[in-house]
């Protein structure tokens, strides 16, 4: 299964929303994750089941979506939310990630 | 506390072998789903294998009959034999635990990763 993220990069400023999109190649029900990495760091798990927001996460960010399309939000964009976003299907054991969104600073 | 702890990376040559190792703590290797995720330089995240609870393993066709996913109930460690390497095996190897949900895993633990860099 081929997940197609986009953007694959944007700028954006403090406070700001931030929408990111995944498309599954196939339908997945709401076998999606997406994650949080920060330059030389592991990823970090923010949401699970397309739109369950994992323990400890702001609850700025946000998932939605089943079958083959999903978004992450991020209402009012944090500094410390500059990152690479990756989601991630579980639909079968074979697991596979999209090639990632890099939000950056305008 | 859950910490994962990788080692064992390193500069390899082509068709070499290494061993790397995760040592777990705050939480039981056996009774969980774990997995190897590796990421080349400047690229994006790509699973490598898993094992589960029952013992069953399954690895990416990019790695197939050359990587094997084991662990040490004793020891409360993971570890991932890679043999025959490649340069595209070059990446920073990561441990994650996983969560069994629908038919696979999600990852709510990672460890700090480990370089491998396969090179001559």
């Known amino acids: 299964i081929q997940l197609t993220q986009s953007p694959s990069s944007l700028s954006a400023s403090v406070g700001d929303r931030v929408t990111i999109t995944c498309r599954a190649s196939?339908?997945?029900?709401?076998?999606l994750a997406w994650y949080q990495q920060k330059p030389g760091k592991a990823p970090k798990l923010l949401i699970y089941?397309?739109?369950s927001l994992e323990g400890g996460v702001p609850s700025r960010f946000s998932g939605s979506g089943s079958g083959t399309d999903f978004t992450l939000t991020i209402s009012g964009l944090q500094p410390e939310d500059f990152a690479t976003y990756y989601c991630?299907?579980?639909?079968?054991?074979?697991?596979?990630f999209g090639g990632g969104t890099k939000v950056e600073i305008k | 506390e859950v910490q994962l702890v990788e080692s064992g990376g390193g500069l390899i040559q082509p068709g070499g072998s290494l061993r790397l190792s995760c040592a777990a703590s705050?939480?039981?290797?056996?009774?969980?789903?774990m997995s190897w995720v590796r990421q080349a330089p400047g690229k994006g995240l790509e699973w490598v294998s898993v094992?589960?609870?029952?013992?069953?393993?399954y690895s990416a066709d990019s790695v197939k009959g050359r990587f094997t996913i084991s662990r040490d109930n004793s020891k409360n460690t993971l570890d991932l034999q890679m043999n025959n390497l490649r340069a595209e095996d070059t990446a920073v190897y990561y441990c994650?635990?996983?969560?069994?949900?629908?038919?696979?895993?999600?990852?709510?633990?990672w460890g700090q990763g480990t370089l491998v860099t396969v090179s001559s």
């Open positions: 994650a635990r996983g969560l069994a949900k629908s038919g696979g895993t999600l990852f709510d633990s």
């Open positions: 705050g939480f039981t290797v056996g009774s969980n789903y």
């Open positions: 094992i589960y609870r029952s013992g069953t393993t």
């Open positions: 196939q339908g997945i029900t709401s076998a």
């Open positions: 089941d397309a739109s």
């Open positions: 991630q299907q579980f639909y079968n054991y074979w697991t596979t």
